[in-house]
């Protein structure tokens, strides 16, 4: 069964103590109370005095995992929602990060984010890589029983369908990029959309325009999205951001049984052929 934020926060305290104590890391990155806004924000620690910031609430939406890319040489240490420990699990498959400078405390049993859709199709509650945890594991047959009748986003829609749906949903698109730069596996260091030589994408916002961006990130997207609804999560148009990302996640699983992030030993998705895999078609 899913850990109540309570018991959380009152666990990463303890072992935030305990990491401090036992590693001699840079940092602690995990959640804690933002000192104007009030909400649950990313918080960086130095010291195990601070280790009383710790939270865990059901606003604790960003991906902390993407902020680590940053401080990529030094030994830190990082709270991982499940999410969270397959972004990682990928960046450390794809040499993004050194195993050994990074010590993960993962959240067992996650109970989930208040508005994020990829929470209610979750099929990772335990975290796939820690070197603590916190929080009671959650069986196989506990999330079986929850995931029994749920259906992901245009499941059952034909390729018509779900192409208006996208222009529907992409028209109130702005161009903003807050997708992008919330999603823990965008971490090109100079996105195509912001190259002149050759220029993809020219400036300026319009319908054309805004397809042409969501539907070349997708095409980065297949092996390499974790569905962890940061996307979503931070489009301030309320897009279903997710739409197109999470049905070739499911899709993946359901032809080649894959799974971005369930281990740093994992290949990726197009790096593991086998001429006898199904070629259904990109939109089917």
């Given at each position: ?10 666990e990463?305290r303890?072992i935030?103590?305990?990491?401090f104590?036992?590693?001699d ?10 000192e104007?806004s009030?909400?649950?924000e ?10 009383e910031r710790l ?5 604790a939406a ?13 030994l830190?240490?990082v ?5 969270d420990s397959r972004a990682?699990?990928y ?7 050194d195993?050994?400078?990074l010590v ?8 989930g984010?208040?508005?994020n859709?990829a929470?209610?199709?979750c099929?990772?509650?335990?975290p ?10 959650m069986?196989?047959e506990?999330?079986?029983a929850e995931?029994e009748g ?6 059952d829609?034909t390729p ?8 529907r ?15 823990p ?11 002149n030589?050759?220029?993809w994408?020219?400036e300026?916002s ?6 042409i ?12 999205c974790v ?17 197109m990302t999470t ?13 971005p ?9 197009f790096?593991?052929?086998d ?8 939109l089917?």
């Amino acid at each position: 069964m899913a850990t109540s934020y309570n018991e959380i926060t009152r666990e990463l305290r303890e072992i935030a103590a305990e990491v401090f104590a036992e590693h001699d890391i840079k940092h602690l990155l995990g959640f804690g109370r933002g000192e104007f806004s009030g909400l649950t924000e990313p918080v960086f620690l130095k010291s195990p005095e601070e280790a009383e910031r710790l939270i865990f609430q059901d606003d604790a939406a960003p991906m902390l995992s993407k902020y680590l890319l940053k401080y990529k040489p030094d030994l830190q240490a990082v709270v991982a929602k499940p999410c969270d420990s397959r972004a990682l699990a990928y960046y450390i498959s794809e040499a993004k990060i050194d195993r050994d400078n990074l010590v993960i405390i993962g959240i067992n049993g996650c109970p989930g984010i208040e508005g994020n859709t990829a929470c209610q199709e979750c099929d990772t509650r335990n975290p796939v890589i820690a070197d603590y945890t916190v929080g009671e594991e959650m069986s196989q047959e506990e999330l079986a029983a929850e995931l029994e009748g749920v259906k992901y986003l245009l499941e059952d829609m034909t390729p018509a369908e779900r192409r208006e749906h996208y222009s529907r949903e992409f028209s109130r698109c702005t161009q903003c990029y807050a997708c992008r730069d919330a999603c823990p596996v965008c971490y090109c260091d100079h996105c195509y959309v912001e190259s002149n030589q050759p220029e993809w994408l020219e400036e300026g916002s319009s319908a054309d325009k805004d397809m042409i961006f969501h539907l070349m990130r997708t095409m980065h997207m297949p092996g390499r999205c974790v569905n962890c609804g940061a996307c979503e999560m931070a489009c301030p148009e309320g897009i279903e951001m997710r739409s197109m990302t999470t049905h070739l996640y499911h899709r993946a699983r359901k032809l080649y049984d894959y799974r971005p992030g369930i281990s740093p030993e994992q290949p990726t998705l197009f790096s593991d052929f086998d001429k006898e895999d199904s070629e259904p078609g990109f939109l089917q």
